[in-house]
């Protein structure tokens, strides 16, 4: 799974941007009108997955005419090589997707992702996104929001299993 996560200081746009992402899922809106500059690294060109990120741009933008938003997307394999160093850069982007879990863990142990434990809890998210949670917290915090989910399954020849 995906996560955002913060990776520089502009708390209040990073909520904004979370919130954006999670808005078609959960139907929670960007409350607050921010100003400035968002700068938001992608790493899916699936064709349904991007359109879905481009959408949730959109609609933080339409949201939130004050900010300037800045999206790089790249190719997933490029990116995994490329996210060890643009977040540490000066210009680190304000939110990274990036995988959940014990990939998310280095980066939270360097300092790298921001906890957003409070995003959770002003917006229900414990509740709503309770199955994924777990994924998302190091040491009891939320360092990130999932975007999208898949499915994964299990295939078998019966004859086999018998």
């Known amino acids: 799974m995906t996560t955002f996560s913060r990776s520089f200081k502009r708390n209040s746009a990073l909520a904004a941007m979370l919130l954006g992402a999670t808005a078609l899922a959960t139907g929670v809106q960007a409350q607050d009108a921010l100003t400035g500059e968002l700068v938001v690294n992608f790493d899916d060109l699936n064709p349904d997955k991007k359109a879905a990120f481009d959408r949730v741009v959109e609609m933080f933008r339409s949201e939130n005419p004050d900010v300037e938003v800045t999206t790089n997307v790249q190719d997933r394999e490029a990116y995994k090589t490329a996210i060890r160093n643009f977040l540490t850069a000066d210009d680190a982007p304000d939110v990274a997707s990036w995988y959940a879990g014990t990939r998310m863990r280095p980066f939270v142990d ?18 709503t996104l309770a199955s994924t949670m777990s994924s998302m917290t190091v040491d009891g915090k939320q360092y990130g929001v999932p975007y999208t989910y898949y499915n994964w399954g299990l295939f078998y020849r019966a004859d086999v299993l018998e």
Do not use: I, P, Q, T
């Open 110 to 127: 360097a300092g790298l992702f921001a906890d957003v434990s409070d995003v959770w809890e002003e917006n229900g998210f414990d509740e």
